[in-house]
């Protein structure tokens, strides 16, 4: 597959300070994830390979970077690949490999030099070693940034994470290293792949579906969800500005009593 060049994130400008200082005083979810679904979709609708799709949900997701950003966002979580896609066909999951390695090599230059810190969560023991390699590169060499966290969801399941989390506390309870009441939620989130991210306040989901996908189970206890019917690839600013307003127009109680 031959790498297009990929579009270069725009350099800070004063309306984009502007835009970010405006959402920030409206106070915006500060972690926006997003189940980007319908590539699939919006190929066949237009003729085209499935490939394409994801080829165009790839830009999709740049635009939603820039949005985020933008609109005051300071992470965002975007669900790429998930533990159950394994059932796709193999010329699909090749496809969807080799966009990530795409997205490394165009995009990590500009993440870098923009304060962007990047994270692949999910379970990296199926992926090949190179793809393996190439995801500690990029994390590596933004683990430093600050100004913005972009976590792709890579191979990765809601349940395979807290499965996951569960073997590692059981085996140092085995070990003697935990003992039963050192089991806290605290002790548990910090074995997640989101370890030091924190909790998503917004969900959006594209395409019209309405379901959680055994996207971040835990972290979203007590986030808001947003449907969209948009197909992911035609996911633009205006749509990210639309599920944030829905967003401040909720009473977040997190269990409590509201304001009525």
Partial sequence: MTAKPAPQMPAPTPERNDAKAAGAAAGVALHVAIIMDGNGRWAAARGLPRAD??????????????????????????????????????????????????????????????????????????????????????????????????????????????????RAIAKEAAAGALKPEEVTEAAFAARLDTADAPEPDLVIRTSGEKRISNFLLWQAAYAEYVFLDVLWPDFDHAHFVRALEEFHGRERRFGGVGAA
Avoid at 92 to 106: A, G, T
């Fill in 53 to 166: 799709g994801h080829r165009a949900g790839v830009e999709a997701a740049r635009r939603a970077v820039e949005a985020a950003r933008d609109l005051g966002v300071t992470a965002l979580t975007l669900y790429s690949f998930s533990t159950e896609n394994w059932r796709r066909p193999a010329g699909e999951i090749r496809d969807l490999m080799n966009l990530l390695r795409q997205f490394i090599f165009q995009d990590l230059p500009t993440l870098k030099k923009e304060g962007v810190r990047v994270r692949v969560i999910g379970d990296r023991a199926s992926l090949d070693p190179e793809l393996r390699m190439l995801v500690a590169r990029a994390e590596g060499e933004t683990a430093g940034n600050e100004r913005f966290l972009l976590q792709i969801a890579f191979n990765y399941g809601g349940r395979d994470e807290i499965t996951r989390a569960a």
